[in-house]
Protein backbone atom coordinates (compact mmCIF):
# COMPACT_ATOMS: atom_id res chain seq x y z
CA UNK A 1 0.00 0.00 0.00
CA UNK A 2 1.54 3.17 -0.91
CA UNK A 3 2.03 6.19 1.73
CA UNK A 4 -0.86 8.21 0.73
CA UNK A 5 -3.08 5.40 0.88
CA UNK A 6 -2.61 4.58 4.64
CA UNK A 7 -2.35 7.78 5.46
CA UNK A 8 -5.62 8.73 4.09
CA UNK A 9 -7.44 5.54 5.57
CA UNK A 10 -6.06 6.60 9.21
CA UNK A 11 -6.95 9.90 8.56
CA UNK A 12 -10.63 8.93 7.57
CA UNK A 13 -10.70 6.03 10.83
CA UNK A 14 -9.83 9.19 12.84
CA UNK A 15 -12.42 11.63 11.56
CA UNK A 16 -15.64 8.66 12.00
CA UNK A 17 -14.49 8.42 15.68
CA UNK A 18 -14.68 12.75 16.32
CA UNK A 19 -18.36 12.20 14.76
CA UNK A 20 -16.68 13.95 11.75
CA UNK A 21 -19.59 12.41 9.47
CA UNK A 22 -22.50 12.52 11.64
CA UNK A 23 -24.22 15.74 9.84
CA UNK A 24 -23.09 14.35 5.97
CA UNK A 25 -26.31 13.49 4.28
CA UNK A 26 -27.73 9.74 3.19
CA UNK A 27 -29.20 9.32 0.08
CA UNK A 28 -30.09 5.28 -0.71
CA UNK A 29 -29.41 3.83 -4.40
CA UNK A 30 -29.31 0.38 -3.08
CA UNK A 31 -27.10 -1.49 -3.07
CA UNK A 32 -25.27 1.85 -3.03
CA UNK A 33 -25.53 4.30 -0.04
CA UNK A 34 -24.06 7.82 -0.97
CA UNK A 35 -22.70 9.80 2.53
CA UNK A 36 -23.18 13.27 0.89
CA UNK A 37 -21.19 16.35 2.45
CA UNK A 38 -23.09 19.32 3.66
CA UNK A 39 -22.17 21.76 0.94
CA UNK A 40 -22.95 19.96 -1.82
CA UNK A 41 -25.76 19.91 -3.74
CA UNK A 42 -26.47 17.11 -6.61
CA UNK A 43 -28.78 16.25 -8.91
CA UNK A 44 -30.45 13.02 -8.88
CA UNK A 45 -29.08 12.18 -11.82
CA UNK A 46 -25.33 12.16 -10.57
CA UNK A 47 -26.51 9.30 -8.39
CA UNK A 48 -28.55 7.37 -11.44
CA UNK A 49 -25.48 7.69 -13.38
CA UNK A 50 -23.30 6.07 -10.79
CA UNK A 51 -25.86 3.69 -9.95
CA UNK A 52 -26.19 2.47 -13.75
CA UNK A 53 -22.63 2.20 -14.22
CA UNK A 54 -22.41 0.17 -11.39
CA UNK A 55 -25.57 -2.69 -11.98
CA UNK A 56 -23.96 -2.36 -15.40
CA UNK A 57 -20.50 -2.98 -14.79
CA UNK A 58 -21.54 -5.98 -12.20
CA UNK A 59 -23.13 -7.63 -15.63
CA UNK A 60 -20.34 -7.37 -17.90
CA UNK A 61 -17.97 -8.63 -14.79
CA UNK A 62 -20.49 -11.52 -13.66
CA UNK A 63 -20.66 -10.52 -10.06
CA UNK A 64 -23.49 -9.57 -8.04
CA UNK A 65 -23.09 -5.71 -6.53
CA UNK A 66 -22.19 -5.89 -3.43
CA UNK A 67 -23.30 -3.16 -0.66
CA UNK A 68 -21.13 -0.35 -0.82
CA UNK A 69 -20.85 3.15 1.27
CA UNK A 70 -20.35 6.27 -1.28
CA UNK A 71 -18.96 9.17 0.22
CA UNK A 72 -19.30 12.57 -1.44
CA UNK A 73 -17.04 15.25 -0.98
CA UNK A 74 -17.29 18.54 -3.28
CA UNK A 75 -13.92 18.45 -4.23
CA UNK A 76 -10.35 16.71 -4.15
CA UNK A 77 -9.05 20.11 -2.27
CA UNK A 78 -12.29 19.92 -0.06
CA UNK A 79 -10.64 16.20 1.26
CA UNK A 80 -6.85 17.94 1.39
CA UNK A 81 -7.97 20.13 3.58
CA UNK A 82 -9.04 16.84 5.84
CA UNK A 83 -5.78 15.56 4.86
CA UNK A 84 -7.79 13.01 2.88
CA UNK A 85 -6.84 12.19 -0.83
CA UNK A 86 -10.89 11.80 -1.66
CA UNK A 87 -10.43 9.39 -4.95
CA UNK A 88 -9.95 6.13 -2.72
CA UNK A 89 -12.01 2.41 -2.63
CA UNK A 90 -10.93 0.86 0.14
CA UNK A 91 -12.07 -2.72 -1.32
CA UNK A 92 -12.27 -4.16 2.02
CA UNK A 93 -15.05 -2.56 4.00
CA UNK A 94 -16.51 -1.81 0.35
CA UNK A 95 -16.13 1.90 1.00
CA UNK A 96 -15.48 4.57 -1.61
CA UNK A 97 -14.32 8.00 -0.48
CA UNK A 98 -14.90 10.44 -3.80
CA UNK A 99 -15.64 13.74 -5.22
CA UNK A 100 -18.22 14.90 -7.51
CA UNK A 101 -15.72 15.33 -11.02
CA UNK A 102 -14.87 11.78 -11.04
CA UNK A 103 -16.17 9.18 -13.74
CA UNK A 104 -19.06 7.72 -12.83
CA UNK A 105 -17.55 4.00 -13.10
CA UNK A 106 -14.23 3.87 -12.28
CA UNK A 107 -14.11 3.42 -8.06
CA UNK A 108 -17.12 1.32 -8.05
CA UNK A 109 -15.32 -1.17 -10.46
CA UNK A 110 -12.82 -1.40 -7.73
CA UNK A 111 -15.22 -2.78 -5.56
CA UNK A 112 -16.58 -5.47 -8.15
CA UNK A 113 -13.01 -6.19 -9.05
CA UNK A 114 -13.05 -7.08 -5.17
CA UNK A 115 -15.96 -9.89 -6.04
CA UNK A 116 -13.93 -11.52 -8.95
CA UNK A 117 -10.65 -11.58 -6.63
CA UNK A 118 -8.58 -10.61 -3.19
CA UNK A 119 -6.08 -7.51 -3.84
CA UNK A 120 -3.87 -9.89 -1.62
CA UNK A 121 -3.97 -11.59 -5.50
CA UNK A 122 -5.43 -8.95 -7.52
CA UNK A 123 -3.05 -5.84 -6.62
CA UNK A 124 -5.87 -3.01 -6.29
CA UNK A 125 -3.40 -0.24 -8.03
CA UNK A 126 -1.90 -2.73 -10.30
CA UNK A 127 -1.57 -3.15 -13.91
CA UNK A 128 -4.91 -5.00 -14.42
CA UNK A 129 -7.31 -3.26 -11.65
CA UNK A 130 -6.48 -0.02 -12.96
CA UNK A 131 -6.75 -0.87 -16.41
CA UNK A 132 -10.26 -2.73 -15.73
CA UNK A 133 -11.60 0.31 -13.68
CA UNK A 134 -10.20 2.61 -16.27
CA UNK A 135 -11.92 0.69 -19.72
CA UNK A 136 -15.38 0.59 -17.30
CA UNK A 137 -15.31 4.45 -15.98
CA UNK A 138 -18.60 4.91 -18.20
CA UNK A 139 -17.41 8.20 -19.50
CA UNK A 140 -17.51 7.05 -23.32
CA UNK A 141 -13.82 7.49 -23.59
CA UNK A 142 -12.04 5.17 -26.56
CA UNK A 143 -9.07 3.86 -24.26
CA UNK A 144 -7.09 3.41 -27.85
CA UNK A 145 -7.37 6.61 -29.06
CA UNK A 146 -6.60 8.12 -25.28
CA UNK A 147 -3.53 6.46 -25.26
CA UNK A 148 -2.38 7.35 -28.68
CA UNK A 149 -3.13 11.29 -27.87
CA UNK A 150 -0.89 10.97 -24.87
CA UNK A 151 2.18 10.29 -27.51
CA UNK A 152 3.91 8.25 -24.75
CA UNK A 153 7.69 7.30 -25.46
CA UNK A 154 8.21 3.95 -27.24
CA UNK A 155 10.36 2.90 -24.36
CA UNK A 156 6.96 3.18 -22.38
CA UNK A 157 4.67 1.38 -24.53
CA UNK A 158 7.27 -1.58 -24.67
CA UNK A 159 8.27 -1.54 -21.01
CA UNK A 160 6.70 -5.42 -19.98
CA UNK A 161 3.70 -4.84 -18.33
CA UNK A 162 5.17 -6.85 -15.42
CA UNK A 163 6.84 -3.91 -13.85
CA UNK A 164 3.56 -2.33 -13.25
CA UNK A 165 2.09 -5.32 -11.54
CA UNK A 166 1.68 -4.07 -8.19
CA UNK A 167 1.29 -0.63 -8.77
CA UNK A 168 0.90 1.72 -11.92
CA UNK A 169 1.58 5.86 -12.25
CA UNK A 170 -1.92 7.79 -12.66
CA UNK A 171 -0.88 8.55 -16.31
CA UNK A 172 -0.30 5.41 -17.50
CA UNK A 173 -4.18 4.62 -16.88
CA UNK A 174 -5.08 4.91 -20.33
CA UNK A 175 -2.53 2.73 -21.53
CA UNK A 176 -3.49 -0.18 -18.60
CA UNK A 177 -7.28 0.35 -20.33
CA UNK A 178 -6.35 0.23 -23.63
CA UNK A 179 -4.98 -3.20 -23.31
CA UNK A 180 -8.15 -4.14 -21.76
CA UNK A 181 -10.07 -2.87 -24.89
CA UNK A 182 -7.91 -4.95 -26.89
CA UNK A 183 -7.90 -8.35 -24.59
CA UNK A 184 -11.51 -8.10 -24.26
CA UNK A 185 -12.38 -7.02 -28.20
CA UNK A 186 -9.71 -10.02 -29.40
CA UNK A 187 -10.72 -12.67 -26.96
CA UNK A 188 -13.20 -12.05 -24.06
CA UNK A 189 -14.61 -11.09 -21.27
CA UNK A 190 -14.87 -14.38 -19.80
CA UNK A 191 -10.84 -15.54 -20.58
CA UNK A 192 -10.47 -12.04 -19.20
CA UNK A 193 -12.25 -12.64 -15.63
CA UNK A 194 -11.13 -15.71 -15.57
CA UNK A 195 -7.49 -14.26 -16.01
CA UNK A 196 -8.02 -12.04 -12.97
CA UNK A 197 -9.85 -14.85 -11.23
CA UNK A 198 -6.72 -16.91 -11.85
CA UNK A 199 -3.77 -14.21 -10.24
CA UNK A 200 -2.44 -15.36 -7.40
CA UNK A 201 0.48 -13.39 -4.80
CA UNK A 202 -0.13 -10.07 -6.34
CA UNK A 203 0.12 -11.38 -9.83
CA UNK A 204 3.11 -12.57 -9.73
CA UNK A 205 1.69 -15.95 -11.58
CA UNK A 206 0.33 -13.74 -14.60
CA UNK A 207 2.79 -15.63 -16.87
CA UNK A 208 1.49 -18.84 -16.41
CA UNK A 209 -2.17 -17.74 -15.89
CA UNK A 210 -2.02 -15.83 -19.45
CA UNK A 211 -0.58 -18.52 -21.34
CA UNK A 212 -3.13 -20.85 -19.72
CA UNK A 213 -6.02 -18.98 -20.41
CA UNK A 214 -4.90 -16.75 -23.72
CA UNK A 215 -2.80 -19.60 -24.68
CA UNK A 216 -0.53 -16.54 -25.56
CA UNK A 217 2.23 -15.82 -23.34
CA UNK A 218 2.15 -11.90 -21.71
CA UNK A 219 5.15 -10.65 -23.95
CA UNK A 220 3.88 -11.91 -26.91
CA UNK A 221 0.30 -10.24 -26.25
CA UNK A 222 2.33 -6.95 -25.83
CA UNK A 223 3.68 -7.42 -29.12
CA UNK A 224 0.05 -8.26 -30.22
CA UNK A 225 -1.19 -5.19 -28.73
CA UNK A 226 1.97 -3.03 -29.82
CA UNK A 227 0.51 -4.15 -34.01
CA UNK A 228 -2.71 -3.08 -32.55
CA UNK A 229 -1.98 0.19 -31.71
CA UNK A 230 0.06 0.54 -34.61
CA UNK A 231 3.42 1.38 -32.74
CA UNK A 232 5.49 -1.65 -33.51
ZN1 LIG B 1 -8.40 3.21 -9.62
Not at 162 to 175: D, F, M, S
Amino acid sequence: MTQWMSKTKQQIKLLKKRHYYDNWSIKKYPPITFVVHPSVKVEDNWYKKRLLAYQHNAKILQVSPPEVTFYVYPSIKAGEKLGIISAICIIKEREIHGHLNQSPGHELTHILLGQINSSQNLPAHGFWQEGVCTYLNHTNTDQKKHLLSLNLPQSILTTPWQKWRIQIPGNLYPLAGSVIQYLVTTYNWKKLISFLANLKNLAQNQDKVALKIFSRPLSKIQQDWLHWIKKY
